[in-house]
């Protein structure tokens, strides 16, 4: 059964790092690209990107280059969302997912960004 | 603003029938498949619709999707209490380079 599982919730101070990650089951991650979807409270879905474990193939969207980094570990069939300094405005639920029809996703990391 | 434009909100009584559109443009759902997905409160979206027109295993067949030209719609037969939920579509924008969801619709029964 293919599971994609996140780590837990964060509260974090701006300013601040912070990694969440994203561990596959069930497939080969380097199978797949691997997208990262923002929700922002109260508010929609937001894509952030894609990565190609195999290479590390990365496609960011315009709003969040810069802002984020996408990386994979393949030993453990994990992805990584990675911000080195975060705002008050990351806070948000992100999830990764499986494109092309994004089949599955992950149960959501919830990030609070807060002084 | 969204790239896909979704009316916010649509309701219906049990047993209705519901549409929900998903107005596009040509370098999105003009020229790619839309995806359309549930989310029920407090979790994470889940895949109803692929390829414009399927279906997941296990997805009932109340719910049926189809395109035209740079718009899509979900439709909702049989309407349940439990389809009370968040609606979103999405495909691939060659312009953008990016994948783009609509601006969500909340279906309440």
């Known amino acids: 059964e293919v599971q994609l599982v996140q780590s837990g919730a964060e509260v974090k101070k701006p300013g601040e790092s912070l990694t969440i990650s994203c561990k596959a089951s069930?497939?080969?991650?380097?199978?797949?690209?691997i997208a990262w979807v923002r929700q922002m409270p109260g508010r929609g879905l937001e894509w952030m990107g894609i990565?190609?474990?195999?290479?590390?193939?990365?496609i960011y969207s315009p709003s969040f280059r810069g802002q984020v980094t996408f990386s994979v570990d393949k030993s453990i069939n994990t992805a990584f969302l990675h911000w080195s300094s975060l705002k008050a405005s990351d806070t948000a639920i992100y999830y990764c997912?499986?494109?092309?029809?994004?089949?599955?996703w992950g149960q959501g990391t919830l990030v609070t960004v807060s002084s | 603003q969204s790239v896909l434009t979704q009316p916010p909100s649509v309701s219906g009584t049990p047993g209705q029938t519901v549409i929900i559109s998903c107005s596009g443009g040509?370098?999105?759902?003009?020229?790619?498949?839309v995806n359309w997905f549930q989310q029920l409160p407090g979790r994470a979206p889940k895949l109803l619709i692929f390829d414009n027109i399927q279906r997941p295993s296990g997805v009932p067949d109340r719910f049926s999707g189809s395109k035209s030209g740079t718009s899509a719609s979900l439709a909702i037969s049989g309407l349940q209490s439990e389809d009370e939920s968040d609606y979103y579509c999405?495909?691939?924008?060659?312009?953008?380079?990016?994948?783009?969801f609509g601006s969500g619709t909340t279906v309440t029964v």
């Open positions: 990565i190609y474990p195999t290479d590390s193939d990365t």
């Open positions: 040509s370098p999105n759902i003009g020229s790619n498949v």
């Open positions: 999405g495909s691939w924008d060659d312009s953008l380079k990016n994948y783009v």
């Open positions: 997912a499986r494109p092309d029809i994004y089949d599955y």
């Open positions: 069930g497939y080969t991650l380097t199978s797949r690209w």
